[in-house]
């Protein structure tokens, strides 16, 4: 008889549990054991409320009218049920949401055509242990040295730049030139 007022539930409870992460599992779960509840409370009340027997009333109070008017303003009480505000919220959040999967899917689709593209020219080239530094340079110039641009490699040391300092301006190299005189 309750179980004509809820029409099947549209929760997939098993679905839900397949998508939450292990970390909020606790919480899924303690959400679940709620909505349950709220379930069981819900089935256990009757669809309609129990009939009241005013005539019984009547035999047993004195005061005349008084049952009547009880009687009368009982029947007039009508409790709306609440209007649903928030389905159609929730199906515009879930199309912007559908769209934004889409969105991302193609985006997606793009990033992987390109990521499949490159593995292919990496499978198309030389195999490393054959390939000489003319070849890498060929493939990746941006990667290889440039001695008039970049003459060095990265972490830039002060070793790397000894030769760029000219010899008047260094006191050690002066300083070994003149133990080298001695000699």
Avoid: C
Avoid at 137 to 163: C, G, M, R, V
């Amino acid at each position: 008889m309750a179980s004509k007022r809820i029409a099947q539930s549209s929760v997939n409870w098993a679905a839900i549990a397949e998508r939450v992460p292990e970390a909020d599992k606790a919480s899924y779960l303690a959400f679940k054991a709620k909505s349950d509840g709220y379930l069981r409370k819900m089935l256990a009340a009757p669809a309609e409320p129990l009939k009241i027997d005013w005539a019984a009333y009547k035999n047993k109070i004195a005061v005349p009218g008084l049952v009547d008017n009880f009687e009368k303003s009982y029947n007039a009480i009508k409790i709306p049920y609440p209007e649903d505000k928030y389905t159609p919220a929730i199906d515009k959040h879930e199309k912007e949401i559908i769209k934004g999967i889409e969105e991302f899917k193609a985006e997606s689709e793009v990033i992987i055509k390109a990521a499949e593209k490159r593995i292919a020219e990496i499978n198309s080239l030389l195999p490393f242990g054959q390939m000489t530094f003319e070849d890498a340079a060929y493939i990746q110039p941006e990667l290889t040295l440039d001695l008039e641009n970049k003459p060095s490699f990265w972490p830039h040391q002060e070793i790397d730049y000894i030769n760029d300092e000219p010899e008047a301006e260094n006191p050690q190299i002066e300083e070994q030139k003149k133990i080298d005189a001695a000699h």
